[in-house]
C-alpha cells in the first residue's frame, strides 16, 4: 500500500506567500511521499521595473529607487550605488565619511541577521525565537531612524559621503544597544543556536557540495559555511576594512547548521568591528559635494564594484553614457544565484518540510531577484 | 604604478597570446575589460576559467546601444586566487541578437541567460530551458531595449486613477464621486 503512495508524483505549489522568504515566490514541487523529485522556481511576483525606471531617473532620483531592491538590506545598494559614482567621476570620500559608512553596512548586517534568525527559527517552528529578535532589531532601526530619518531605508550613503554627521551623544547610544545585543546573544544560543530541536533538524540538511560551491556561484555564508574563505571585505576592501580588526569566519560541514553558525559567529564580529569604527573615527567632514543634482552629468564610462552584504557580494554594473541619466544600472544580488538556480538543485531529494528552511538558510530574497 | 598592476598586466600578456582578436585593457588596479568579437566566446570564456583561474562568473549584463544598432553582454568574471575582475564584452547586431551559451561552463549562468533573452530579446543557442522568468506571456518588445517606451505602455495599457489625469484635487473627485462635501484630511482638525 505505502509502496503504491510513494510511487506516484503529485504536484505541489509552495506560495506565493511562504515563511522561508521575505516576498513573494511561488516554488512548483513535484513530490512522491514527503520527497521532493523537481523543484521549479516561478519568480515575478515583485517585479518593479527599477533598472528600467532608473535609465530614466536622474542620478541623485536613483538613491530612493536601489535602497528599494532589498528590502531587509537597503544599505549595501546605497553604497554600491555611490562607490560607482565616486569611482566613475573620481571624487573623494572624506575619512570620517567612510567609518560612518562601515558602521551602517555594519549595523544593517546585524539588523539582517537579526531578521534572519527569527525567519530561520520559525520556518522550523520554534516561534519565540522571531518575537525576541524583531524586537531586539527595532533597537537598531531606531539608531538610523535618528540618524538618518528613515527606519527600513535610509537614502543616507551617498557620492561624496554621507548625508549627515552623527548626532550628539550619538556614539554612547550605539554602544549601549551593542552592549544589549551582546549580552542577548546568551539568550539566542539558549533558545536557538544550542537548542536541540534546531540541531536535530539543521544539522546534515540542505548540503551544499564543497567542491562545485564555488563553480555554482555561492557567496557570502553559505560559500563560508563550506569552509571556504571569501569574504569581499577581504578581497576587494573597500572603506576602511583593511583598517580594521577582523578575520573571516568558517565553519566546517555545509549544511544548514553551519551556515547559522557563521552567522551566528558574523554577528558577534559586526559587533566588534563596529566597536572598533566608534574608538578609531577621526572627525571632520562627512560630504564632499558635488554638482547641482539637476544638472549633475556623471563622465562616460563604466564600473563595476561590489560589497559583502549579510547574504554576500552585493555587485552593481554602472553604465554612464555622460548624460544627466544612467545608461545601464544592472544589479547583482546574492539571491539571483541562490535563490533560483542554486535552490531548484539543493531542493531535489530534500524533505517537504525542509524547504522554507534550506531557503531561509540560502537568505532567499524575491526583491533582489526581480527588481 | 607598473609594479602595483604587474597581475593584471600578466593576465593582458597571456590573454593577448593566446587570443590575438581579444582586446584588453586595464581600467584600474583588480579591473581588466576584454572586449571580444566573434563566436567563440564559450572557448575563451573556459580558457579564462580553467587556465586563468577566473572560476566565479559574478554576473552578465546586457546593455543596449541602438546608436550603434548592438547589444553589449558583459561577463563578469572573479578570480578568487589573484582578486581581479575581468569583464568580458562581447557585441552582438541588434536584428539578429544570438550567442553560444555559457551553461555548460556554469550552471547558473542559465539564470542570466534567460533573463537577457526576456528582457532584450537575445537568443542564446544551447540553452537548456529558456521559459519565462519574470515576465509572463510577454508578447510586446522585450523592455530593457532602450526603444521601449515606459510611459507610452503604462498610458496604453492601465488606466489613471480618477483625480490624476489633470493633476487636479484628488479630494475633489471622491466628493463628487460619492455626492458628498470635500472631506478634511487634515491632522490637525481632529
Not at chain 1, 542554486?342 to 530574497?365: K, P, Q, W, Y
Not at chain 2, 488606466?159 to 472631506?183: F, L, M, S
Request: proline content about 5%.
Amino acid at each position: 500500500m505505502s509502496a503504491i503512495l510513494q510511487e506516484k508524483e503529485t504536484t505541489l505549489y509552495l506560495g506565493p506567500q511562504h515563511p522561508g522568504i521575505t516576498g513573494n515566490m511561488m516554488i512548483e514541487l513535484k513530490v512522491t511521499g514527503d520527497t521532493i523529485r523537481k523543484a521549479t522556481t516561478h519568480v515575478g511576483y515583485l517585479h518593479r521595473g527599477f533598472e528600467k525606471l532608473m535609465e530614466e531617473r536622474l542620478w541623485m532620483q536613483c538613491f530612493p529607487i536601489v535602497c528599494r531592491i532589498c528590502v531587509p538590506e537597503p544599505d549595501p545598494n546605497e553604497e554600491n550605488l555611490a562607490r560607482a559614482i565616486e569611482e566613475l567621476e573620481g571624487r573623494e570620500v572624506p575619512e570620517r565619511a567612510k567609518y560612518i559608512r562601515v558602521m551602517m553596512l555594519e549595523l544593517s548586517r546585524m539588523a539582517t541577521y537579526l531578521l534572519w534568525m527569527g525567519g530561520q527559527s520559525g520556518s522550523a517552528g520554534l516561534y519565540t525565537m522571531p518575537q525576541w529578535t524583531v524586537g531586539d532589531r527595532d533597537y537598531i532601526i531606531d539608531l538610523f531612524e535618528e540618524l538618518t530619518g528613515g527606519r527600513v531605508y535610509h537614502m543616507y550613503i551617498w557620492p561624496g559621503g554621507v548625508r549627515r554627521d552623527l548626532p550628539e551623544g550619538f556614539e554612547g547610544r550605539v554602544r549601549k544597544v551593542l552592549d544589549y545585543l551582546e549580552q542577548r546573544l546568551t539568550d539566542y544560543d539558549r533558545l536557538l543556536f544550542e537548542n536541540a530541536i534546531f540541531l536535530r533538524r539543521a544539522q546534515g540538511v540542505g548540503i551544499l557540495d564543497k567542491d562545485m560551491a564555488m563553480e555554482w556561484g555561492v557567496v557570502g555564508p553559505p560559500l563560508r559555511g563550506c569552509g571556504i574563505a571569501h569574504d569581499v571585505r577581504k578581497d576587494e576592501p573597500y572603506e576602511v576594512y583593511d583598517q580594521l580588526d577582523w578575520e573571516v569566519i568558517t565553519h566546517e560541514g555545509s549544511d544548514v547548521y553551519s551556515r547559522a553558525m557563521v552567522r551566528r559567529k558574523e554577528f558577534e564580529q559586526s559587533i566588534s568591528i563596529v566597536r572598533q569604527v566608534l574608538d578609531k573615527m577621526p572627525s571632520g567632514p562627512v560630504h564632499n559635494p558635488g554638482p547641482n543634482p539637476l544638472k549633475w552629468r556623471v563622465p562616460a564610462g563604466e564600473a563595476y564594484v561590489k560589497t559583502e552584504s549579510a547574504r554576500g557580494e552585493f555587485g552593481y554594473y554602472v553604465v554612464s553614457d555622460g548624460s544627466l541619466k544612467p545608461r545601464r544600472v544592472h544589479v547583482r544580488g546574492p539571491a539571483y544565484v541562490h535563490g533560483v538556480s542554486l535552490l531548484e538543485r539543493m531542493l531535489v531529494g530534500a524533505n517537504i518540510a525542509d524547504t522554507s528552511f534550506i531557503m531561509n538558510s540560502l537568505g532567499t530574497c524575491p526583491p533582489e531577484i526581480e527588481r | 604604478m607598473s609594479d602595483t598592476l604587474q597581475k593584471e598586466e600578466q593576465i593582458k600578456a597571456s590573454i593577448n597570446a593566446a587570443f590575438r582578436s581579444a582586446k584588453v585593457s586595464i581600467q584600474r588596479k583588480g579591473r581588466i575589460i576584454v572586449e571580444f568579437r566573434g563566436g567563440i566566446l564559450p572557448a575563451f570564456a573556459s580558457y579564462l576559467k580553467e587556465y586563468l583561474n577566473f572560476k566565479h562568473l559574478s554576473m552578465i549584463s546586457g546593455v543596449d546601444w541602438p546608436e550603434d544598432n548592438q547589444f553589449e553582454l558583459v561577463y563578469h568574471l572573479w578570480s578568487y586566487e589573484q582578486s581581479i575582475h575581468v569583464m568580458v564584452k562581447v557585441r552582438l547586431d541588434r536584428e539578429a541578437a544570438k550567442t553560444k551559451t555559457l551553461t555548460p561552463l556554469w550552471e547558473h549562468a542559465e539564470t542570466y541567460e534567460r533573463e537577457i533573452h526576456e528582457m532584450l530579446g537575445v537568443e542564446f543557442e544551447g540553452h537548456p530551458n529558456m521559459r519565462d522568468f519574470i515576465l509572463e506571456d510577454w508578447d510586446d518588445l522585450p523592455p530593457m531595449r532602450r526603444d521601449f517606451m515606459t510611459r507610452e505602455y503604462v498610458d496604453e495599457v492601465y488606466e489613471w486613477r480618477k483625480g490624476r489625469e489633470d493633476a487636479q484635487d484628488v479630494r475633489q473627485t471622491i466628493a463628487e464621486q460619492y455626492n458628498t462635501e470635500v472631506p478634511n484630511f487634515n491632522n490637525e482638525d481632529k
